[in-house]
């Protein structure tokens, strides 16, 4: 397990209680630095976990309950993503803040994924990040 992964984790776990605390609105900002500060291994993880297959994110389901379901089909990945992609849309020009939220479900989708790799790194799936 990847240590790196867990603290990203936990920081998005950090992030989605602030937004329940304070409002969407007013983590906006540290949503987006955030993904700026871990943009490389966030983009790596997610590299990472599009490399895993249907059936070894199925049987990594099964063995590890935690994981959600819905994040094993190979077309979740653009739904992980998209808080990413909302957040480079901010950063290259703030006024898209207006238009675009980063929102707690969406940083639950993120973090469905990151479970995935959780479980592949330093093992047989794939090279550690």
């Keep these: 397990m990847d240590q790196n992964i867990v603290e990203i984790i ?19 900002g540290e949503i987006v630095q955030y993904f700026q500060v871990n943009n490389w291994l966030l983009n790596e993880a997610l590299r ?12 990594l389901q099964r063995t590890y309950r935690e994981l959600d379901r819905t994040a094993v089909e190979m077309d979740f990945s653009k739904f992980a993503r998209m808080p990413l992609d909302n957040a480079r849309l901010i950063e290259s020009d703030p006024s898209y803040g207006r238009f675009v939220t980063i929102t707690d479900d969406n940083l639950h989708m993120l973090k469905r994924a990151l479970e995935f790799v959780k479980y592949v790194t330093n093992s047989r799936d794939t090279q550690t990040l």
């Design 48 to 59: 990472v976990y599009d490399t895993i297959s249907e059936s070894r994110r199925e049987e």
């Design 10 to 28: 936990d920081g998005l776990s950090a992030l989605q209680e602030r937004i329940r605390q304070e409002g969407v609105d007013k983590v906006q």
